[in-house]
């Protein structure tokens, strides 16, 4: 049970963090962007921006089957 502790306090400090730099204009791209390449947080970011590309790509090439589908058919 301490483990879920740590991990809710530093899911806490974490999201506390977020909301103080977010308001101080902290801009998270600009520190990944000046990490090591191959460090762990830009390594996770890079991907995780590829997942939301290709997570929009699909959406786009999904719409035009969803609205066609969503038509109603005269008969």
């Known amino acids: 049970m301490k483990w879920l502790a740590v991990v809710l306090g530093l899911a806490g400090i974490v999201f506390v963090v977020k909301r103080m730099a977010m308001r101080r204009g902290f801009d998270f791209e600009k520190v990944i962007e000046r990490m090591p390449e191959g460090s762990p947080p830009k390594?996770?970011?890079?991907?995780?921006?590829?997942?939301?590309?290709?997570?929009?790509?699909?959406?786009?090439?999904?719409?035009?089957?969803?609205?066609?589908s969503a038509e109603p058919n005269p008969s």
């Open 43 to 68: 390594w996770m970011f890079g991907n995780i921006s590829a997942i939301r590309a290709n997570t929009e790509r699909i959406i786009e090439l999904l719409e035009p089957k969803l609205e066609a």
